[in-house]
């Protein structure tokens, strides 16, 4: 399989836990992109890669969150002291920007409950 | 900043009958358009996509949609559905300026009557 792949699918944390997702974008993918989905709204941009830089952030990304890209493969999202509110879907994509017009693929994602 | 509208919160349509979801969207210039489709408990795919061009776009599944510039609208159609058709369906749009990400709407859910 070649496609993004995000583990783990499920994770149950209590509240004040430290988490962390990883995702593995499609091999040759130079960008990776990180959404939040929660119930009954669509991913929201949480911030994306190209290569190992991180190029943007959204303002939803608290100081409790950290993305990484190490060697410009594959990506882990850190959440620290977790909130209830942080319950959501989070959605990995990657995608190849040879030219602007690149479609991005995503992962099934990474459904976080917290409790 | 670009934005999504998809007005439609549930569409409940009989299987074989057309269907046509409906998104506008907020942007400056032309940008790119995207339609996504989400079944339970798998990730986003796309369905089709507009950069330019004709401004009728056929994608997967037998959906197409059309651009319309006047209106800031991204519809999309079926002319005859499917039970496997029932899922949710997001509208997005992203800049080609910065082609950097993409901003979703927050969905229409799709239910087929038999």
């Known amino acids: 399989d070649t496609g993004v792949s995000q583990d783990p699918r499920h994770k149950i944390t209590k509240r004040g836990q430290n988490v962390t997702f990883r995702c593995d974008p499609i091999s040759e993918h130079n960008r990776l992109y990180w959404y939040r989905q929660t119930l009954g709204q669509g991913p929201e941009f949480l911030t994306y890669?190209?290569?190992?830089?991180?190029?943007?952030k959204s303002r939803l990304l608290s100081d409790r969150f950290s993305a990484e890209r190490p060697k410009g493969s594959f990506s882990t999202l850190e959440i620290q002291r977790t909130e209830q509110g942080d319950s959501a879907m989070y959605l990995c994509?990657?995608?190849?920007?040879?030219?602007?017009?690149?479609?991005?693929?995503f992962g099934q994602g990474t459904r976080l409950t917290v409790v | 900043a670009q934005s999504v509208t998809q007005p439609d919160i549930h569409i409940t349509v009989s299987e074989g009958a057309s269907l046509e979801l409906r998104c506008n969207y907020s942007?400056?210039?032309?940008?790119?358009l995207f339609w996504y489709v989400q079944s339970p408990g798998q990730g986003l795919q796309l369905l089709l996509k507009?950069?330019?061009?004709?401004?009728l776009v056929q994608g997967i599944k037998g959906f197409e949609a059309e651009f319309k510039r006047s209106q800031s609208s991204f519809n999309l159609r079926k002319p005859s559905v499917h039970w496997s058709d029932a899922a949710e369906y997001f509208c997005?749009?992203?800049?080609?300026?910065?082609?950097?990400?993409?901003?979703f709407g927050s969905g229409t859910r799709l239910s087929i009557r038999p």
């Open positions: 942007y400056g210039a032309t940008p790119y």
């Open positions: 890669f190209q290569n190992e830089a991180q190029l943007e």
């Open positions: 997005a749009v992203g800049a080609p300026s910065s082609a950097s990400k993409i901003i």
């Open positions: 507009y950069f330019s061009g004709d401004t």
């Open positions: 994509a990657s995608s190849l920007a040879v030219t602007l017009n690149t479609e991005a693929f």
